[in-house]
Nanobody, 127 residues
Framework: QVRLLESGGGLVQAGGSLRLSCAASERTFESHAMAWFRQAPGKEREFVQAISWDAGQIKSADFVNGRFAISGDSAESTVYLQMYNLKPEDTAVYYC????????????????????WGQGTRVSVSS
């Protein structure tokens, strides 16, 4: 079973930046879209940002508001989330996800669409 391995979380002050990384455990893994979700303490998991390798399209949650940038390498199923101007409300465990469904335009914001998930990396933003 292919695993997604996240890294890059940590503690940062409000206004700071972090870069999260996610890579598949097997180089032969073929994904067609990858995404980031997050779950804050006591809240439901929510969509953050996703990228479709096939169409080159990016979908973002409203709260991103230009502060986050997703990028990656489709050949290696690697995805990054560069986060700027972090706020205390961004505190959460961030999860990487991958979809093997081909031929899709804009990537889905629904977690059900993604078949592979990482264990999560914790981001804490202090005020």
């Amino acid at each position: 079973q292919v695993r997604l391995l996240e890294s890059g979380g940590g503690l940062v002050q409000a206004g700071g930046s972090l870069r999260l990384s996610c890579a598949a455990s097997e180089r032969t893994f073929e994904s067609h879209a990858m995404a980031w979700f997050r779950q804050a303490p006591g809240k439901e998991r929510e969509f953050v940002q996703a990228i479709s390798w096939d169409a080159g399209q990016i979908k973002s949650a409203d709260f991103v508001n230009g502060r986050f940038a997703i990028s990656g390498d489709s050949a290696e199923s690697t995805v990054y989330l560069q986060m700027y101007n972090l706020k205390p409300e961004d505190t959460a465990v961030y999860y990487c996800a991958a979809s093997t469904i081909p031929g899709v335009g804009f990537p889905s914001t629904s977690g059900a669409w993604y078949s592979h998930w990482g264990q999560g990396t914790r981001v804490s933003v202090s005020s």
